[in-house]
């Protein structure tokens, strides 16, 4: 039966574009879960209260748009899986996350400059992802849009805050930039799956994302009185499943209850 | 003559006894998180609802107070749906319920949307500079204590007890405060 494709039947239809969607699906989720567990480690453990609070609030927002993204990929992969099956059943080599947020949580410089650095490339991505034209995928993307403006704004003054504050507090805000930096090119790599979803409007074109992630970081990172690392290497990996030892150790962690008692509620 | 009320109206009626878990003064049609109500040929009943924030951990539980309120109103098994589009807005919660909220002492959200306790209105926007993600100043809040209405207040931290609140302090009654952010 051939029906005359519209956009929209197309992109329900077409079995290489739903693969495409499920692995793109996959990628956003995963590194907002995994971001998201290593956040709420803090829980309990940040200097004041109040950032104890914010970072859970935050943990809370990633791993509520995981949840969302993982859902629908589960339900484009029409394998049975839900997002739980794929957040707490799968090895560490079917995660497709960045390596930056995988790393361990650090100082709480560390935490905030990953978050700085992260969260800002995830604005621009989602503020070109909330013109999908796919609509689901739209309409969590407008949403998570709103979440993460606070988010920048809160992990941006703390860079400012620690580069620009005291000898010990600036000094380790530059080490976590430093080692940081060589992890943020991952976050612009585009390879098939993205293009194929380019050229069909769902997924965000990250080629004009990383010179407003640039202007932005540096900015903030000026203001903060740090250096930009000039560091051009960069480490890739975690989009193909090839992850850091930290990703295994963690999942262990986060998964041991389903994995001990499959299909445990309460 | 007699108006004829529509049969969603009862429902939506129903809906406005259902209290947010989280900011109990509130119903779910106040808060503005009920998008739709829909009741097909054969009489079945389906609510739509849009969460606060995407990670909400009340939506579970509010999803099902829709469904038992409505079956003791006589709706028996209502379909709960999920909607993200529009996102929601505080700007859908009306001036009825935002007197409500600072009578319970939460201070209401500022007008326009997510954009930072910075200020109050398009005002505060644009002393902000405005677009600014992260912005070199923050013009000084310009939010009403619940208490004792004094302007003189501190925001504290923008995340609170709940993803839809954030921490304030009046300088003059010297009592801190939640605000419902505007997202």
Same mark, same amino acid.
């Given at each position: 039966m051939?029906?005359?494709?519209?956009?929209?039947?197309?992109?329900?239809?077409?079995?290489?574009?739903?693969?495409?969607?499920?692995?793109y699906?996959?990628?956003?989720?995963?590194?907002?879960l995994?971001?998201?567990?290593r956040?709420?480690?803090?829980?309990?453990?940040?200097?004041?209260?109040e #950032?104890?609070?914010?970072? +859970?609030?935050? $943990? /809370? &927002?990633?791993?509520?748009?995981? @949840?969302?993204?993982?859902? %629908?990929?589960?339900?484009?992969?029409?394998a049975?899986?839900?997002?739980?099956?794929l957040?707490?059943?799968?090895?560490?080599?079917?995660?497709?996350?960045?390596?930056?947020?995988?790393?361990?949580?650090?100082?709480?410089?560390?935490?905030?400059?990953?978050?700085?650095?992260?969260?800002?490339?995830?604005?621009?991505?989602?503020?070109?992802?909330?013109?999908?034209?796919?609509?689901?995928?739209?309409?969590?993307?407008?949403?998570?849009?709103?979440?993460?403006?606070y988010?920048?704004?809160?992990?941006?003054?703390?860079?400012?805050?620690?580069?620009?504050g005291?000898? #010990?507090?600036?000094?380790? +805000?530059?080490? $976590? /930039? &430093?080692?940081l930096?060589?992890? @943020?090119g991952?976050?612009? %790599?585009?390879?098939?799956v993205?293009?194929?979803?380019?050229?069909?409007?769902?997924?965000?074109?990250?080629?004009?994302?990383?010179?407003?992630?640039?202007?932005?970081?540096?900015?903030?990172?000026?203001?903060?009185?740090?250096?930009?690392?000039?560091?051009?290497?960069m480490?890739?990996?975690?989009?193909?499943?090839?992850?850091?030892?930290?990703?295994?150790?963690?999942?262990?962690?986060?998964?041991?209850?389903?994995r001990?008692?499959?299909?445990a509620?309460? | 003559?007699?108006?004829?009320?529509?049969?969603?109206?009862?429902?939506?009626?129903?809906?406005?006894?259902?209290?947010?878990?989280?900011?109990?003064?509130?119903?779910?049609?106040e808060?503005?998180?009920?998008?739709?109500?829909?009741?097909d040929?054969?009489?079945?009943?389906?609510?739509?609802?849009?969460?606060?924030y995407?990670?909400?951990?009340?939506?579970?539980?509010?999803?099902?107070d829709?469904?038992?309120?409505?079956?003791?109103?006589?709706?028996?098994?209502?379909?709960?749906?999920?909607?993200?589009?529009?996102?929601?807005?505080?700007?859908?919660?009306?001036?009825g319920?935002?007197?409500?909220?600072?009578?319970y002492?939460?201070?209401?959200?500022?007008?326009?949307?997510?954009?930072?306790?910075?200020g109050?209105?398009?005002?505060?926007?644009?002393?902000?500079?405005?677009?600014?993600?992260?912005?070199?100043?923050?013009?000084?809040?310009?939010?009403e204590?619940?208490?004792?209405?004094?302007?003189?207040?501190?925001?504290?931290s923008?995340?609170?007890?709940?993803?839809?609140?954030?921490?304030?302090?009046?300088?003059?009654?010297?009592?801190?405060?939640e605000?419902?952010?505007?997202?």
């Amino acid at each position: 039966m051939t029906a005359p494709a519209t956009p929209s039947t197309a992109l329900a239809m077409d079995g290489a574009t739903g693969g495409a969607l499920v692995e793109y699906l996959l990628r956003l989720g995963d590194d907002r879960l995994v971001l998201g567990h290593r956040l709420s480690e803090w829980c309990g453990h940040a200097p004041i209260l109040e #950032e104890d609070i914010a970072l +859970a609030n935050i $943990a /809370l &927002d990633l791993i509520g748009q995981a @949840t969302l993204l993982l859902r %629908l990929a589960a339900q484009i992969e029409g394998a049975g899986r839900d997002e739980n099956a794929l957040a707490y059943l799968r090895e560490s080599i079917d995660y497709h996350n960045v390596l930056m947020v995988e790393l361990p949580r650090g100082d709480f410089a560390f935490t905030v400059v990953r978050q700085f650095l992260f969260s800002v490339a995830a604005f621009y991505q989602l503020e070109a992802l909330a013109r999908s034209v796919h609509e689901e995928l739209a309409g969590i993307a407008a949403k998570a849009l709103k979440e993460t403006r606070y988010h920048v704004r809160h992990v941006g003054e703390w860079v400012i805050k620690l580069g620009d504050g005291t000898a #010990e507090s600036h000094e380790r +805000a530059q080490a $976590a /930039l &430093d080692a940081l930096w060589r992890f @943020t090119g991952e976050m612009f %790599l585009m390879d098939a799956v993205d293009d194929t979803l380019v050229r069909a409007g769902i997924a965000a074109d990250m080629a004009p994302v990383e010179p407003k992630w640039h202007a932005q970081v540096t900015d903030v990172v000026r203001r903060a009185t740090l250096a930009l690392p000039e560091g051009a290497y960069m480490q890739r990996g975690g989009r193909v499943g090839r992850h850091t030892e930290h990703l295994g150790l963690m999942l262990s962690e986060m998964q041991i209850l389903q994995r001990s008692y499959p299909g445990a509620k309460w | 003559m007699v108006t004829v009320a529509r049969p969603t109206d009862a429902i939506w009626a129903c809906l406005d006894r259902v209290m947010d878990p989280e900011v109990p003064v509130l119903s779910v049609v106040e808060l503005g998180i009920v998008r739709h109500v829909e009741v097909d040929d054969r009489g079945a009943v389906t609510v739509a609802v849009t969460p606060t924030y995407s990670g909400c951990p009340a939506m579970r539980v509010i999803e099902h107070d829709i469904v038992e309120a409505l079956a003791v109103g006589g709706w028996p098994g209502v379909q709960v749906r999920t909607v993200f589009t529009p996102a929601w807005t505080t700007d859908w919660i009306g001036e009825g319920a935002r007197r409500k909220l600072a009578e319970y002492g939460i201070a209401p959200p500022r007008r326009g949307g997510e954009g930072g306790e910075g200020g109050e209105g398009g005002e505060g926007r644009e002393e902000r500079g405005d677009e600014a993600l992260v912005p070199l100043r923050r013009s000084a809040p310009r939010v009403e204590c619940p208490y004792c209405h004094s302007s003189a207040t501190t925001l504290r931290s923008e995340f609170g007890s709940t993803a839809c609140k954030a921490v304030m302090y009046c300088e003059r009654c010297r009592q801190p405060f939640e605000l419902f952010k505007a997202i």
